[in-house]
């Protein structure tokens, strides 16, 4: 018997593109300069197809070194009329000239900042419980009007 924990490995699982509503300001709150973004609708491919809700946010803060710490909470269904919940939390980063395009809603290369995530997935649907038993970790890119990521299965 191995003393050694297994290396994990990365598989690709699905690919989300959620498209976005009006940010919403909210200023500097107790927790920090506190912004939401609406997640009004888009889809998911890969080891399932849905389509997602409109419904869901991002809540975000934006820390004092520019970068942003991202906690989104959104549903999606599938044609059969199964529902998941995804909820995904990281951060997006940068040099503060390429964070600064990115909240002006400027179009920027994804090689120049960094945007990863972790995503938690909760279902009902006996087809794709076995989402629940895995961890997933993302990359991401940010549009002007929609967030895209890949995400993959930790093995």
């Known amino acids: 018997m191995t003393t050694t924990p297994p290396t994990p490995g990365l598989e690709p699982a ?27 609708g888009g889809h998911v491919h890969g080891l399932f197809e849905a389509e997602i ?4 946010a991002d809540w975000q803060l934006l820390r004092p070194d ?8 959104y549903t999606a269904r599938t044609a059969a009329d199964e529902y998941l919940y995804l909820r995904t939390f990281g951060v997006r ?8 395009a990115l909240l002006r809603g400027e179009p920027v290369d994804p090689t ?3 945007f990863r995530l ?5 279902t009902s649907a ?5 989402l629940q038993h895995s961890l997933f970790v993302a ?13 993959y299965r930790v093995t």
Do not use: K, N
């Not at 980063?93 to 600064?100: A, D, H, N, R, T």
């Open 112 to 114: 120049q900042y960094y």
């Open 66 to 73: 520019g970068a942003i710490d991202i906690d989104t909470r």
């Open 14 to 40: 699905f690919e989300v593109e959620a498209r976005l509503g009006r940010l919403e300001d909210h200023g500097t709150t107790r927790a920090g300069h506190r912004r939401i973004v609406p997640i009004v």
């Open 53 to 56: 809700m409109p419904g869901g």
């Open 139 to 151: 990359s991401a890119i940010r549009h002007t009007d929609r967030v895209r990521y890949t995400a």
């Open 93 to 100: 980063s940068g040099p503060p000239e390429v964070l600064q």
């Open 118 to 122: 972790g995503v938690h997935l909760e």
């Open 126 to 130: 006996p087809r794709l419980a076995a």
